[in-house]
């Protein structure tokens, strides 16, 4: 339990962006499906003891057969997801036992060994962390006519990732605190923030991509054929 970490791996969304019949994270990356290769990378990663996976309810029998097929047996649960990805994360906390926590996209297969242990070493430091990068586009707020209201200074901001490492005890508070009070955010950090939780950024990669559009499984596939061809 001492600084034991685990990991919720959410994949019970409907992958409305992609479009496709089959759901995002079941579709093949390489001939195998994009979830058992984001499940690999935790699986095969020292730090972790014990994933739990969030999923539709009807497929989590065929996610059971993955798991044996390839030997995750890191996987402690599969747990029926629920309506907004927030409401599936809380219902993977609750069924974790570790004293540190990372909630990882089942739709991010390319995150990195090393950038999972920078994530956990700034948690241990700072309270908790999120994977991210420095935005490259100059961004513009803008209202619903398209009027341009401002220019952020760039410098400022950054494009969030996962994972995002917490001590569990404190964000199961946060998500009970964004529950009692009807706050539904985009990611786990929005949470913790508003429960006063310090979060500090670390810098990851943008390879990191979270396979949202059919232009996404381009560079998905890309990616996938080229591992080990000076692709970190
Ligand atoms: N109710 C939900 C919604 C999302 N997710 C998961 O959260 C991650 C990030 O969500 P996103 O990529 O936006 O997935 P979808 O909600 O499936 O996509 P869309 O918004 O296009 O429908 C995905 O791994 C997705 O499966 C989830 O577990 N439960
Ligand atoms: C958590 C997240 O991946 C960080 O970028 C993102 O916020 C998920 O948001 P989505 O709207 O469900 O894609």
């Given at each position: 339990m001492s600084n034991s970490v685990g990991v919720v791996i959410v994949a019970?969304?409907?992958?409305t962006r992609m479009g496709?019949?089959?759901?995002k994270q079941y579709l093949l990356l390489q001939g195998k499906p994009i979830i058992v290769h984001t499940l690999e990378v935790f699986q095969q990663h020292?730090?972790?003891?014990e994933i739990v996976l969030v999923t539709g309810k009807e497929d989590i029998e065929r996610c059971r057969e993955w798991i044996q097929l390839y030997k995750l047996?890191?996987?402690?649960a599969i747990v029926p997801g629920g309506s907004e990805r927030q409401h599936s994360v809380h219902k993977g906390l609750l069924k974790l036992t570790t004293q540190w926590v990372m909630v990882h996209d089942?739709?991010?297969?390319?995150?990195q060994p090393n950038e999972i242990e920078a994530c956990y070493e700034r948690a241990k430091q700072i309270g908790a962390s999120v994977l991210a990068v420095p935005v490259k586009d100059t961004i513009k707020q803008v209202d619903n006519e398209g009027k341009v209201l401002s220019t952020p200074d760039?410098?400022?901001l950054w494009a969030i990732q996962t994972p995002q490492t917490f001590r569990l005890s404190e964000l199961l508070d946060a998500y009970a605190a964004a529950e009692r009070d009807g706050f539904l955010g985009t990611d786990d950090s929005s949470l913790a923030e508003r429960a006063g939780i310090p979060v500090s950024v670390v810098e990851g990669s943008y390879?990191?991509?979270?396979?949202?559009?059919?232009d996404d499984l381009d560079f998905a596939e890309f990616t996938e054929s080229n591992r080990g061809e000076g692709q970190s």
């Open positions: 019970a969304g409907r992958g496709t019949v089959e759901n020292e730090l972790i003891s047996d890191k996987v402690k089942g739709v991010r297969p390319f995150v760039r410098r400022s390879r990191n991509i979270k396979i949202t559009t059919p």
